[in-house]
């Protein structure tokens, strides 16, 4: 039975495991937020010293829809849930288009007393690395074949992103140095070797951390500059200059909250 709401988690809908699932509410959530601050000379106000946003947390409400003359039946559905639940991933709600949240923790409800059937229970997923909802897709541009340039994004969202790039070689000979800034943020890269046909790429993964290839090699370690490509959504301005002649290619997944 396909539902007014709808929770998809991994690829899989949560109302296509049993048709006696019903989907009671589906609540978005929003980032917790750690705020420090210190008084003010003279009496009154304070001034914050630092922002940091720490968890999202997600929720599903669901009832089954079985008499608690089949005790076992809700037990199985039940645990099927939980099944589901477990396997993490990308959390996609039918009303948040576009977008997915990507789920490090699951909590899930106690059955309590399944003899209630008119029950409802709630599953909480927890974002830590990225707790954001994301745009599922990349908002992207590509340059093209030069030595340096320049090039212009618009990333969605409402929250600041990072940067992603990829460099390819395309002057048939070793490349040693590049360097890439985004509005303020910068990343420069020395003695990365990378070979003709090669591509750098600075990307990140599900955890949000930073990586930074050349071809199959690690060169982490190459580079100096700011500790990531950090972008606030909207007009990006993205410059970049090699040693020899490349291709960029930049996009960026814009976070809401």
Same mark, same amino acid.
């Given at each position: 039975m396909i539902l007014s709401r709808r929770a998809s988690l991994g690829g899989v809908q949560l109302d296509e495991l049993h048709d006696a699932i019903v989907i009671r509410g589906i609540d978005p959530g929003v980032p917790s937020e750690s705020v420090s601050s210190a008084a003010r000379m003279g009496g009154w106000g304070s001034r914050m010293t630092a922002q940091h946003w720490d968890t999202l947390e997600a929720h599903v409400s669901y009832a089954i *829809?079985?008499?608690?003359?089949?005790m076992a039946l809700r037990r199985e559905i039940f645990d099927q849930v939980n099944t589901w639940a477990? &396997? &993490?991933g990308w959390l996609v709600f039918n009303t948040m288009e576009g977008r997915r949240l990507r789920v490090d923790k699951?909590?899930?409800p106690n059955s309590g007393d399944l003899w209630d059937w008119t029950a409802e229970f709630q599953i909480t997923f927890r974002a830590y690395n990225i707790p954001f909802w994301q745009n599922r897709e990349a908002d992207t541009v590509t340059g093209k074949t030069a030595a340096s340039g320049s090039l212009e994004l618009v990333v969605g969202g409402n929250m600041p992103t990072v940067l992603a790039?990829?460099?390819e070689n395309k002057s048939g000979k070793e490349i040693s140095h590049f360097e890439i800034t985004a509005n303020d943020s910068r990343i420069e890269l020395n003695d990365i070797a990378l @070979? @003709? *046909?090669e591509t750098l790429s600075i990307s990140h993964g599900n955890d949000g951390i930073l990586r930074i290839k050349a071809?199959?090699?690690n060169v982490y370690s190459k580079y100096t500059g700011d500790d990531d490509l950090y972008i606030d959504p909207g007009q990006v301005s993205i410059s970049y200059s090699a040693s020899r002649a490349g291709i960029l290619t930049a996009r960026a997944v814009g976070r809401w909250v």
């Amino acid at each position: 039975m396909i539902l007014s709401r709808r929770a998809s988690l991994g690829g899989v809908q949560l109302d296509e495991l049993h048709d006696a699932i019903v989907i009671r509410g589906i609540d978005p959530g929003v980032p917790s937020e750690s705020v420090s601050s210190a008084a003010r000379m003279g009496g009154w106000g304070s001034r914050m010293t630092a922002q940091h946003w720490d968890t999202l947390e997600a929720h599903v409400s669901y009832a089954i *829809n079985v008499p608690n003359t089949d005790m076992a039946l809700r037990r199985e559905i039940f645990d099927q849930v939980n099944t589901w639940a477990m &396997k &993490k991933g990308w959390l996609v709600f039918n009303t948040m288009e576009g977008r997915r949240l990507r789920v490090d923790k699951v909590i899930l409800p106690n059955s309590g007393d399944l003899w209630d059937w008119t029950a409802e229970f709630q599953i909480t997923f927890r974002a830590y690395n990225i707790p954001f909802w994301q745009n599922r897709e990349a908002d992207t541009v590509t340059g093209k074949t030069a030595a340096s340039g320049s090039l212009e994004l618009v990333v969605g969202g409402n929250m600041p992103t990072v940067l992603a790039a990829e460099f390819e070689n395309k002057s048939g000979k070793e490349i040693s140095h590049f360097e890439i800034t985004a509005n303020d943020s910068r990343i420069e890269l020395n003695d990365i070797a990378l @070979g @003709g *046909n090669e591509t750098l790429s600075i990307s990140h993964g599900n955890d949000g951390i930073l990586r930074i290839k050349a071809g199959s090699r690690n060169v982490y370690s190459k580079y100096t500059g700011d500790d990531d490509l950090y972008i606030d959504p909207g007009q990006v301005s993205i410059s970049y200059s090699a040693s020899r002649a490349g291709i960029l290619t930049a996009r960026a997944v814009g976070r809401w909250v």
